[in-house]
């Protein structure tokens, strides 16, 4: 019997890849204006400045994602110090995030749903959990939850067994009473399905599940719940 169900967040409950491209343009914009960088050669910088503080950091922490960082480590680069701009550069890039994203179809038709039933949701994800909680506030989805928990907080990244395990405890459930949804099939899928959990793998896009439940919509998803009641 299924109690709880976690959802991962980016590229689960919204297009991140979406969102993403649109902070860059405006990035790129900002950088264009500050520092007479064209987009692509920013674009290139920040990927080199993302390798280098995961190698600072570690690859398994939520610090690898913290974009201020990452926009310090651009100053660093090309030898500023002008310090305020790479919190400018942050809020110019997750304020355009936060202002363009949009709840994935069906995604809060299924939550209301899920509540009324008595199931237990939470949130599994990795980054930083300020970030995240600005982003299920803007997805309108902090009314329905009932646990969160960020890699920040686990002091590990999916798919390690430490981060499940918080799920899995705030869950109160046991992992086979949990399903966990999500897009990375590695991360979310496999990680969760080693755990003992539910994986099963949000994939819009036509993909080889191999073996995993998938769910391509939440409106699908609903549907294919209505006819079983039905049936």
Known sequence: M????????????YSFDRAHKAAMTALGAYVKENFGMKPAEMADL???????????????????HNRLLRFQCFLEQID????????????????????VMEPEPG???????????GIRLGVGSDMTAYIQYKKLEKLGVLKYLD????????????????????????AGCKPEECVFIGDSLKKDVIGSTEFGMKGTWYCPEDAVSAGYPVIRSFEDFM???????DG
């Open 107 to 117: 995604l809060v038709p299924l939550l209301s749903r899920l509540k009324a039933r």
């Open 80 to 99: 500023s110090t002008e310090y305020q701009k790479a919190m400018e550069m942050y809020h110019v890039y997750w304020d355009t995030i936060l202002e």
């Open 2 to 13: 299924i109690k709880a169900i976690i959802f991962d967040i980016d590229n689960t409950m």
């Open 223 to 229: 549907r294919g719940e209505e006819q079983e009641r």
């Open 46 to 64: 920040m990927k080199k400045c993302a390798d280098i503080v995961t190698e600072r950091t570690g690859d398994n922490c939520a610090a690898l």
């Open 147 to 170: 646990f969160i928990v960020t890699s920040e907080e686990a002091g590990e990244e999916k798919p390690t067994p430490r981060f499940f395990e918080l799920c899995v405890k705030k």
